[in-house]
């Protein structure tokens, strides 16, 4: 007798399942083993030959990967769910790099702050230019949702199907028992959010991956489908995209997944201690690029890898959002911004481009610089500073954004 023929799209749909646990997996161990991790470097040995013709230069292709910073703020404000999501119609492929909402990244006029909490101090679009320092790739656009929103999509899509991992408690009551099963919007918000006691944070990571590839599931076929739901959200929905748009955007994630070319994975990070208690970390540098180059290349910004062309921005006015201003200038044109923050003094008249040495290759950096911040070459001086930075910007009451 032969066995029943399971059809096509339940198999997809199991190979798809297979393959989400597969990546769920490898994100659990990623955090997991970090302090146990040594990095391996490859020697490369440069050998002498004789200079040959370089080939013609071939026109550098557009970008065609978009990308979207996807947060959702538990009920403190802060950011619980970060993830960086990529579409590249042309490669028909995308990417999810999840973020632990204790990464640390440098906000412009803000300092160092965890990233989920930058979500509550600063504007969003502060919290996705953070995160877009960091990772050293460009973000296109943002989607943020309050709780009560998430919960209203979810709902909205009918429920997700998801592999519960482990018993979700509300106080002394199981809300959610292990197993694969049906979640409306409440049980997805809070299986979403879960990280129950001595439980790391990869645990939640590996949640987040499954709530939003379930989501994906259920996204209806079309765009014109979709939007109105997006749009029916209300103001716990706010993205820089309008409805029809995002729907686009999400439509096209859905289709690379349908086709198996959808990859989750995790931003690379290492603990560290700053005391009380507190669970932080900070990036892998390494490892991160390796990620970028492997999911992210095409939002790489041109010259961003340069060396010597990181910019630290002193607020010489105190008036907030000078570092921000400076940032939007230099970005774009590939220096790297590494933060801001206030000059000792706030009586400052003219604004300086500081290098600490009196080299050609300074005065053409710092005067690079001044040009892209519409400065004039006598701006540029020469002090000593004690920063990683290769340049330091001294914002002046001149400055005009």
Not at 8 to 17: G, K, L, P, W
Not at 47 to 58: E, L, N, T
Not at 136 to 159: F, H, K, M, N, S
Request: with cysteine; proline share 9%; glycine share 10%.
């Amino acid at each position: 007798m032969s066995s029943p023929t399971v059809p096509r799209s339940v198999r997809r749909a199991e190979q798809r399942r297979r393959r989400r646990r597969q990546q769920v997996r490898r994100i659990g161990a990623v955090l997991g083993v970090l302090a146990l991790l040594a990095a391996a470097f490859a020697v490369y040995l440069a050998v002498d030959a004789p200079p040959r013709p370089a080939p013609p230069a071939a026109a550098e292709p557009s970008r065609t990967q978009s990308t979207l910073l996807f947060q959702v703020r538990g009920p403190n404000g802060e950011g619980v769910v970060n993830a960086l999501l990529a579409h590249d119609p042309r490669e028909q492929a995308g990417a999810v790099v999840l973020a632990p909402p204790q990464v640390l990244v440098s906000v412009a006029g803000a300092g160092p702050l965890p990233l989920g909490r930058a979500l509550a101090a600063v504007p969003a679009a502060a919290s996705r230019d953070a995160l877009s320092d960091l990772a050293g790739v460009v973000i296109d656009q943002g989607w943020t949702l309050e709780l009560p929103a998430l919960i209203a999509l979810v709902d909205g899509l009918g429920g997700i199907a998801a592999d519960v991992d482990v018993a979700v408690l509300q106080g002394q009551r199981v809300l959610l028992n292990p197993g694969r099963q049906q979640l409306d919007g409440p049980r997805a918000a809070a299986y979403v959010t879960y990280l129950a006691a001595g439980e790391q944070e990869q645990a939640r990571l590996a949640r987040i991956q499954e709530v939003l590839d379930a989501l994906l599931d259920k996204l209806p076929a079309t765009s014109a489908a979709l939007a109105p739901v997006l749009a029916g959200l209300g103001e716990g929905s706010v993205s820089t995209l309008a409805p029809p748009d995002l729907a686009a955007f999400l439509l096209g994630l859905a289709q690379d997944d349908e086709g198996g070319k959808l990859q989750y994975d995790v931003l690379p990070v290492v603990p560290i201690d700053p005391g009380g208690g507190v669970t932080a970390f900070r990036i892998d540098p390494e490892r991160v690029r390796t990620l970028v180059d492997r999911l992210l290349a095409d939002s790489v910004p041109a010259g961003a890898r340069e060396q010597g062309n990181r910019v630290l921005v002193l607020n010489g006015v105190c008036t907030p959002g000078l570092g921000e201003a400076v940032r939007r200038k230099l970005v774009p044109v590939g220096f790297t911004f590494v933060g801001s923050r206030n000059a000792p003094s706030c009586g400052v008249a003219a604004t300086q481009v500081l290098v600490p040495a009196a080299t050609p290759e300074g005065r053409v950096l710092a005067e690079r610089v001044a040009t892209a911040l519409g400065l004039p070459p006598t701006s540029v001086a020469t002090q000593e500073f004690g920063t990683v930075a290769d340049v330091v910007v001294l914002v002046g009451a001149d400055f005009r954004p």
